[in-house]
T-cell receptor
Framework: AAGVIQSPRHLIKEKRETATLKCYPI?????VYWYQQGPGQDPQFLIS???????DKGSIPDRFSAQQFSDYHSELNMSSLELGDSALYFC?????????????FGPGTRLTVL | AQKVTQAQTEISVVEKEDVTLDCVYE???????LFWYKQPPSGELVFLIR??????QNEISGRYSWNFQKSTSSFNFTITASQVVDSAVYFC?????????????FGQGTRLTINP
């Protein structure tokens, strides 16, 4: 079965650079979520989109922005990168975004900021 | 706010032993959903189970079983006859609905090591 696709899988950036992470949800899933997982920590919700509209926002820095496109893929844009942004970034998708929908996670993008 | 607590930070057992991972949650919602995810060393998050607040039946899937008790706000996960491949970090999560959207609130995770 098709899964969530994330690219790139690994990314190395310098401080103050920008990064763009991409997410392709499972086919026919219209809801996308982004989570950040720091080393040794649990995943923290950043932002979600339902039918190309932002549906919720968590502890996402103002330096980060995201959007969902007409084909339902999503991109997380990160600017003025800081050392503390080094983390594993997960994208998840669910069929409808309804309460109780199971979120299926992609393999993650490991971002390292030097 | 909703909260999930996994008090066991790390557990180490010998292969073939049974092991239970604890999960306690807090919520004011009457309708909520609980999940378990597995994160193996490769890093991905693998969905294991979903349970809604109205269904207190225990569930068994092969060597895995889950015990949901609303009275104690717990959703514990047991692995029977553990195997080395079960070594991973396991996360319990609670579905929190805000303004119609849904986000997952995760516990801190339990790192399970199965020794041969």
């Amino acid at each position: 079965a098709a899964g969530v696709i994330q690219s790139p899988r690994h990314l190395i950036k310098e401080k103050r650079e920008t990064a763009t992470l991409k997410c392709y949800p499972i086919p026919r899933h219209d809801t996308v979520y982004w989570y950040q997982q720091g080393p040794g920590q649990d995943p923290q919700f950043l932002i979600s989109f339902y039918e190309k509209m932002q549906s919720d926002k968590g502890s996402i820095p103002d330096r980060f922005s995201a959007q969902q496109f007409s084909d339902y893929h999503s991109e997380l844009n990160m600017s003025s990168l800081e050392l503390g942004d080094s983390a594993l970034y997960f994208c998840a998708s669910s069929p409808t975004g309804s309460p109780g929908d199971t979120q299926y996670f992609g393999p993650g993008t490991r971002l390292t900021v030097l | 706010a909703q909260k999930v607590t996994q008090a066991q930070t790390e557990i180490s057992v010998v292969e073939k032993e049974d092991v239970t991972l604890d999960c306690v949650y807090e919520t004011r919602d009457t309708t909520y959903y609980l999940f378990w995810y597995k994160q193996p060393p490769s890093g991905e998050l693998v969905f294991l189970i979903r349970r809604n607040s109205f269904d207190e039946q225990n569930e068994i899937s092969g060597r895995y079983s889950w015990n949901f008790q609303k009275s104690t706000s717990s959703f514990n996960f047991t692995i029977t006859a553990s195997q080395v491949v079960d070594s991973a970090v396991y996360f319990c999560a609670l579905s929190e609905v805000i303004q119609g959207a849904q986000k997952l609130v995760f516990g801190q995770g339990t790192r399970l090591t199965i020794n041969p």
